[in-house]
């Protein structure tokens, strides 16, 4: 069994310092190995799985996933998730997923680097054709949806063979 090492860096900025941690995996997995290895992101995976989307995520890519931790899809309105769930509910579900998604891969270090040229906000294209901005917010990047929600960014640079995961502490939404 391969050991998971993590490492904590920091990012130096004009505007402060923003602590973040990213994981470096042994052998690299792909996003969906990568998920199913982590149980904080549970719910996602048992999301992506029923939107049927494990063949997409685990295909070449690259892809940049911000993932929701289980705590995440929880505070959502009662019921929401087991709604999604269901079947009839799939095409739903598949746009709220690929929300979550950004085609190419961008590390920590391309996020800033794009909040930093957008003079404090980036705005990123989703897979779904939404689309997302990044800023910064207190020392965090914090992603904004377009109904005006806010999601901290609470773990960066999980490496994966076909892309980047960024976990976050709140679910994003589509318009």
């Known amino acids: 069994m391969k050991k998971v090492f993590f490492a904590f860096f920091t990012f130096i900025l004009a ?17 969906v190995d990568t998920a199913v290895a982590t149980p904080q992101l549970s719910t996602l995976v048992a999301a992506v799985q029923a939107a049927g989307l494990v063949d997409t995520l685990k295909s070449s890519g690259p892809f940049t996933v911000f993932a929701p931790v289980n705590e995440a899809f929880g505070a959502l309105p009662a019921g929401t ?20 998604v950004i085609a190419g ?19 990123l294209k989703t897979v779904q054709g939404g689309r ?11 992603l904004k949806d377009e109904k005006g929600n806010k ?6 640079d999980v490496s994966a063979s076909n ?3 960024h976990v976050i502490d709140s679910v994003v939404m589509p318009g």
Do not use: C
């Not at 800023?135 to 914090?142: A, C, D, I, R």
């Open 105 to 123: 891969k961008f590390e920590a270090k391309d996020v800033l680097e794009a909040i930093r040229k957008g003079n404090g906000s980036a705005e």
């Open 15 to 31: 505007a402060g310092t923003v602590s973040v941690s990213a994981q470096t995996v042994a052998q690299k997995k792909d996003i």
């Open 132 to 142: 997302i901005w990044a800023m910064l917010e207190g020392g965090n990047v914090v």
């Open 163 to 165: 892309g980047v995961v």
């Open 151 to 156: 999601s901290k960014v609470v773990m960066t």
């Open 81 to 100: 998730v087991e709604t999604l769930l269901k079947p009839e509910n799939k095409s739903t579900l598949t746009a709220v997923l690929t929300y979550h």
